[in-house]
């Protein structure tokens, strides 16, 4: 089977596949080379390695990932992509393709069926329409992974890297930057995929952190926090905390004094550093 990843071999299959796109599914397929060459590259896999690919597609990343590393776990949830994969795929030995939507998968399962529990790199071009739940959910697994190498939209890639103070800076950014260190790679335009996305992309590489970066004693406490923090952006912490918490006012007013913060200070001053001290000055109000 020739190599996909290129305009006239991804149309090739498509059309004698007879296949149509769903848009429900963010299905815009990868034709370049160079960008493909450079997700493999930045995810540093090796033969020793075992690779989740989420949404593969007709198989164009699931080639490269194939000859990059020891075994590829290909999820994809479009039942018309099996038997294309089958085809594309046929003559990989060290690709497993799994017919599921991913956020139903059990990670932590996955893992041990297919890598005896060891830690995973994830690598994939996801679906935009579920890019945070796909993050999130493989960070909260806290299934064993040494890093996500995605291709996601350029604004996220941005809300993941950015800091206090800046119009990025939200509960992504938060969440991204406690379980691990972003990287962005590259920026892609629309013209290297078909069909075209209406949205830049970028490359983003997660690495996940040996230890977290702030000790914090209850950090889906914290996580309640910060949600609560950024849902209404034009609140004060004092407020939010109230409204999305139920945090008592006197309380969160007693923390700010502690922490020497005005009393009008709004979340998005805040450092993880900050939510994670003011997570345990309010423990007493957790709740899940
Ligand atoms: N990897 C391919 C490539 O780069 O050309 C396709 C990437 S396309 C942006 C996203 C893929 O994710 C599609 O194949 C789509 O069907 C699949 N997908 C969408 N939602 C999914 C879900 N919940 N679970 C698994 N795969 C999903």
Redesign the pocket.
Known sequence: MSKLINPQETIKVIQSNDFKF?KR??????IDEGVLSNIISSSSITKDDCVL??????G??TQALAEAAGHVIA????AN?IPILQDTLKDYSNVTVIH????KLDLNELIENYNSGKPIKVV?????Y?TTPIIMGLFESEAPLYSITV?VQKEVADRMQSGPGTKDYGALSLAVQYYSDPYIVQLVPPNCFIPRPNVGSAVIRLTRHAESPVKVINDKWMFKLIKAAFGQRRKTLLNSLFSGASVPKDDTLSALHNMNLSDTVRGEALTLEQFAILSDLLIANASD
């Open positions: 769903q599914f963010g299905q815009n397929f990868l690919e989420i949404g593969p597609g007709i164009t990343m999820v994809e949830i479009d992509l599921s939507d991913v956020l994939a071009n996801l679906p935009y579920i291709m």
